[in-house]
């Protein structure tokens, strides 16, 4: 059989304040266009459908289009999990009632789970959870790590041993060289004790996870996250997205990436202010400039804003450095007079240098400051 793997859709999901949806909605109509035009009939989400527990209106009429179109117009299965970033209350909602029609959705872990069979293939959904909600479930105190909650819940489950299994979860697990994360992630707790070793999984014929929006695989070729809908910070700009068509045949497991295209996408631009400036327009893409040069250029941010309407943020490679070789200790700001420091706050704040203009008259309402001190 085929399916498709998709996760973190955050649908609604809003950055610089430009609101997602449009771009999102118009991503999952490509993977239903591809899953009617390939004949595939099942797809699983892993976790993260809405950036917020409490979803926007809009967001949650996109999904019940989506999901009114692949499963009543075209008869396809849908698999779902919450993800962190979900009210599990929320999703769960009537989801009992629509399983007759192909949607399953489960966003609390079952005590026992009841795998969903699909062409001889056994799809086993554990939704996000916290160790907490595992010891409750099991009256078991001694559970205090998400790897303690985890292997604990998979040790309690029966698995079918002739036909293969699926996993779909949205815990954060992780193998033997680091994950590659991104800023648009939500750290699920403080010290690592959200890591989960991979091999507690190892039993299953493929892994379908959310949670971390790079697609990668971990450790195993079986073990797959399938990455954000689309990028949803400038430190992704380089990552591929799109969805994972997944393979199950007497032959064993195959996966393969099938790329999205946006309406927009997020792209980063990096070079001298005036190179820069003779660089080709971008009118449509959400952009970041990175500068390479020395010094904070006046005015830079309206004048890039001509060449690039979705101008999002303008940094500075040599600041950046600076910020992070340095701590606010070391900045030393008790030997900078105050003029240095209005101007340093005024930039970082901007993200262009202080006018003349605007110095003179701070330095005018210092120097008045001082006299009347002195009175």
């Known amino acids: 059989m085929k399916f498709i793997h998709l996760a973190d859709l955050h649908l609604g999901k809003i950055i610089y304040q430009n609101n997602l949806l449009d771009i999102q909605i118009d991503l999952l109509n490509q993977v239903m266009n591809y899953m009617v035009q390939k004949k ?12 917020r527990a409490i979803a926007s209106k809009e967001s949650i009429v996109a999904l019940n289009h989506f999901l009114e179109a692949m499963i009543l117009h075209y008869h396809k299965k849908v698999l779902i999990i919450s993800g962190n970033h979900d009210s599990s209350e929320r999703l769960d909602f009537a989801s009992s009632l629509l399983q007759s029609q ?40 001694d559970l205090k790590t998400y790897q303690d909650a985890f292997a604990y819940y998979l040790s309690q489950q029966t698995f079918v041993e002739d036909h293969p299994k699926v996993l779909v979860t949205h815990q954060f697990i992780a193998g033997n060289k680091e994950v590659i994360r991104s800023e648009s992630e939500v750290i699920l707790s403080v010290g690592g004790s ?5 091999d507690l999984c190892k039993d299953f014929d493929y892994v379908a996870l959310g949670h971390i929006h790079a697609s990668q695989k971990i450790k195993y070729d079986y073990v797959r996250y ?4 689309m990028k949803y910070s400038f430190d992704e700009v380089h990552q591929k997205k799109g969805m994972v068509e997944v393979t199950i045949d007497e032959t064993g497991v195959s996966t393969q990436i099938i790329p999205l295209k946006p309406q927009k996408d997020l792209v980063k631009v990096v070079g001298k202010y005036e190179d820069v400036l003779h660089y080709p327009n971008n009118e449509n893409d959400f952009v970041a400039v990175e500068l390479l040069d020395k010094q904070v250029i006046g005015h830079a941010y309206d004048f890039l804003k001509e060449k690039y309407p979705y ?7 040599s600041l950046e450095k600076l910020k992070t070789n340095q701590t606010a200790s070391s900045l030393d700001v008790e030997k900078q007079s105050p003029i240095e420091i209005f101007k340093e706050f005024y930039e970082k704040m901007k993200g262009e240098a202080m006018s003349q203009e605007s110095e003179e008259i701070i330095q005018q309402l210092l120097e008045e400051v001082s006299e009347d001190d002195a009175h």
Do not use: M, N
């Open 40 to 51: 595939i009939d099942t797809l699983v989400i892993a976790g993260d459908v809405y950036d």
């Open 102 to 141: 192909g949607l399953y959705i489960v966003s609390y872990p079952e005590k026992e789970i009841r795998p969903i069979e699909i062409e001889g293939v056994y799809f086993y959904l554990v939704p996000f959870f916290k160790p907490s909600y595992i010891r409750y479930l099991y009256e078991k105190d």
């Open 194 to 198: 959200e890591i989960i070793d991979v």
């Open 226 to 229: 399938a990455g954000s809908l």
């Open 311 to 317: 101008l999002l943020q303008i940094t500075y490679q």
